[in-house]
């Protein structure tokens, strides 16, 4: 099947659409090339045909799905990425989209202003996989961008999009890694200022590269690592959501909580906590922040403007 989604219906708010399959990077921890094959794009006609009829069914947001997804290349045309994300963006109707996982050797300025010029459809978030901050890890980890060359990638998306909210994937341990490269990767964390941080000790998988090589450090210095860059990323979290405090913010209301309240995600993907009447679950409203916290933030519900 060249596409999957959830099973729509009016009740169901997202669907997952797959526009890749596989991957050619062969990151030297990861054995997704080993298991799904070479990467193959799908047709950007039937891409934007399913969403169109996800959207006609009810659904109010599109995630993009690939193991690399803004590699994407249309196997008719050769149209790239961006093309691909304003054909979604010019579909008719009121939803978001938004997509994972990209890979930073693939974020461009044509991405990043498409994202701009249809902020009502594409979501200001983007998760940005670091791995590490040290250049000699990423290496290693065959991630072919140094870290200088991610953080300028930082600097161009936060100068077009001021507003982006960037989550991202951290492993720490990774073998060869000392304690200069960890406090690389923290000190990276600390300039780009990430709301989400995903993070592991890392694994070895058979078949990959990185399985054959040596790793001396101790597992107990790895759990000190994680536990420390998990603390500076809550920490972290905790100012990226209060950077929503006082302003209207547009979200879409997801559900009704045990404790009566409604949870909502905003375009910046940050839990939205607030009081409001079952009918508003499944629609978009808006929404005055009030506090934040490190996992998600509190507001009221603004009332529509009365003509």
Not at 167 to 191: A, C, Q
Not at 243 to 272: C, F, H, Q, W, Y
Request: charge should be positive; aromatic fraction near 8%.
């Amino acid at each position: 099947e060249l596409l999957s989604s959830r099973n729509i219906s009016k009740e169901v708010l997202r669907s997952f659409v797959k526009i890749t399959s596989g991957c050619n990077n062969y990151c030297s921890y990861c054995i997704v090339p080993f298991t799904r094959g070479q990467e193959t794009s799908h047709p950007m006609t039937s891409i934007v045909k399913k969403i169109t009829e996800d959207i006609a069914n009810g659904v109010k947001e599109i995630t993009l799905v690939g193991q690399n997804v803004n590699s994407y290349t249309d196997p008719e045309t050769g149209g790239r990425f961006p093309e691909l994300l304003e054909a979604v963006a010019q579909i008719k109707g009121e939803f978001w989209t938004r997509f994972v996982s990209p890979h930073p050797k693939d974020v461009n300025r044509q991405m990043v202003e498409v994202m701009a010029k249809y902020k009502d459809k594409l979501c200001s978030w983007i998760h940005f996989p670091l791995q590490s901050g040290s250049t000699k890890i990423l290496e290693l980890m065959k991630r072919t961008y140094t870290q200088s060359e991610y953080l300028e990638k930082v600097k161009m998306i936060r100068t077009i999009l001021p507003d982006v909210f960037l989550s991202s994937d951290i492993i720490v341990g990774f073998p060869g890694e000392t304690n200069e490269d960890y406090l690389e990767t923290r000190d990276v964390m600390e300039k780009v200022s990430f709301s989400i941080v995903y993070s592991f000790i890392y694994s070895p998988r058979r078949y990959t590269p990185a399985a054959t090589m040596g790793d001396p450090c101790p597992l107990a210095v790895k759990q000190d690592r994680l536990e420390k860059l998990q603390l500076h990323a809550k920490e972290t979290a905790f100012k990226e959501n209060s950077r929503l405090v006082g302003k209207i913010e547009r979200v879409l209301v997801e559900k009704k909580m045990p404790d009566g309240r409604l949870v909502a995600k905003s375009t910046g993907n940050v839990r939205v906590f607030f009081e409001g009447l079952d009918e508003l679950i499944g629609t978009f409203v808006n929404v005055r922040v009030l506090e934040a916290s490190r996992s998600s933030v509190v507001g009221v519900l603004k009332p529509a403007e009365s003509c």
